[in-house]
């Protein structure tokens, strides 16, 4: 069974830009959750979908946002891009809310 | 914030078993204790997780405490393919999931 892929594997943006990153879950996996990771405030929980609507969300400005389809693909889109959103964003998908999540490799987000 | 203490580091001799640490002090009685760990720029990946029990697995053994306010988990004999971060999280199903720093884990041969 294929894992989590995510794409782009490595994005470069320049500041005032936007981005769209895509997660494919799992097979038959229906909750998606998004996380940011950087160095200095490590793993930070961005939102988390299941069944196309978003169930929890972290504390992140609006610019950060996200959505999830019928086949339970999912993007986050982060509008008017800033230094400090330079990071790697990672998906990790589940088979249900209560089960163990399986990460993607990650998308490494550089913001110039 | 995240509801899990972990110690910053810790070192294990190849082949040793390594036992990792962790307080939930404040867990309820719907979340479960979930280990996962991180290798240097991958994914996290998941370990093991329990609710009352312990539990073993391929990978890993979870104790939890009869009060469940920590837990430690048992990689029985550890390898340099071992270092990485661990990160221990308490999580209902309704709830957002919060990584606290983990812990960071160094086998040395």
């Known amino acids: 069974k294929a894992g989590v892929t995510q794409t782009p594997r490595y994005l470069i943006k320049t500041r005032g830009q936007q981005v769209t990153l895509s997660c494919s879950p799992i097979s038959g996996h229906r909750s998606v959750s998004w996380y940011q990771q950087t160095p200095g405030q490590g793993l930070q929980f961005l939102f988390e979908?299941?069944?196309?609507?978003?169930?929890n969300k972290g504390n992140f400005p609006g610019r950060f946002s996200g959505r999830q389809f019928s086949n339970s693909r999912s993007e986050m889109n982060v509008s008017t891009l800033e230094l400090g959103d330079s990071a790697l964003y990672l998906c990790a998908s589940s088979l249900a809310r209560d089960r163990e999540q399986f990460f993607g490799p990650g998308t490494r987000l550089t913001v110039l | 914030d995240a509801k899990t203490t972990q110690p910053p580091s810790m070192d294990c001799a190849e082949g040793r078993a390594a036992n990792l640490p962790c307080n939930h002090s404040?867990?309820?009685?719907?979340?479960?204790v979930y280990w996962y760990r991180q290798i240097h720029s991958q994914g996290p990946q998941y370990i093991i997780h329990g609710l009352k029990n312990n539990e073993t697995n391929e990978m890993a053994s979870l104790i939890i405490t009869e009060d469940r306010k920590s837990s430690t988990l048992i990689l029985p004999h550890a390898t340099l393919r071992d270092t990485a971060v661990y990160y221990c999280?308490?999580?209902?199903?309704?709830?957002?999931?919060?990584f606290g720093p983990g812990t960071s884990l160094s086998v040395i041969p």
């Open positions: 404040t867990i309820s009685g719907n979340e479960y």
């Open positions: 999280i308490v999580h209902a199903s309704y709830d957002k999931v919060i």
């Open positions: 979908y299941f069944s196309e609507t978003q169930r």
